[in-house]
Each structure stands twice: as C-alpha cells, then as structure tokens.
C-alpha cells in the first residue's frame, strides 16, 4: 500500500473505484483536495482521470486496518460509493460511529437501506433518482412539463 502523507489537508476519502468513484475522486483532485480512493480491484485506478494526483489504495474500504492506511482518522469527508448498497452502508456507519468522520456520503440503488443510512447522519444519494430530477428539470425548462 502507499504511504499517505499526513498533510494538514482536510482528507477526502472515496471508497470504491467505480464509475462514480472514480469521477468524484478526479474532480476532487482537480480542486486541489487531499484525495484517496481506495478499491478491491487496482484496476478501477485506469478510471480516473490522467492528471489525477491524489492516492490509490488497492483494498478492502471494509477492513479497519486498510482504512486506517488510507487515513480515515483524518478523513473530512467519506464517500461510499462501491457497486454494492450493502458495501455502502457498511462502510458509511464505520466511518460514521467508529472514526467519527463528519461528513458521510453513501451511493445506493435501493430505498431500502436509507433509514439505517440516516440514524446516523448519512447523506444518501440516489443516481437514478438524480436522473429524474435532472429530466424533470429539463423538460421543466422546454414547457414540456408543468
């Protein structure tokens, strides 16, 4: 695993190297914020964009010990956005109840999950539900809709 520095940088943390992962982590970067992403698959790093100059940690978001390597006791903000609700909210009540991280995002599919997520101050975000809202809008604005 890499060494991550311990700068006095408010640490943005990205757990998944997905799609969505791996875009957050790059526009992150590109706003000149302490990134690290961290996934199973080192193969999810080929998402990320060219000048991306944050960290890679190729492990389980899961695990404490990985966690800890990429710093979640620094961590400002935690953004769970694996391939898996479950996997989310996992990993959002660790950083949430055990390392305290003040600002917790969770990526889900499913409605389902989302009391647990908010019991403990867990932003949930919704792509699908994004996607309406952002048609919704856009027909809004042609008059195609009241």
Known sequence: MQEIKNTKKELYMIAGGSRLGANIASFLSKKNKDVVIIDLNPNAFKKLHPDYSGYT???????????????????????????????NIMISQLARIVYDVPNVIARLYSTDLEEIASENDVKVIYPYKLSIETIENFLKDRGCLK
């Open 57 to 87: 940690i190729a492990g389980d978001a899961v695990d404490i010990s990985a966690l800890e390597e990429a710093g979640i006791k620094r961590a400002y903000v935690l953004i769970a956005s694996t391939d898996d609700d479950n996997t």
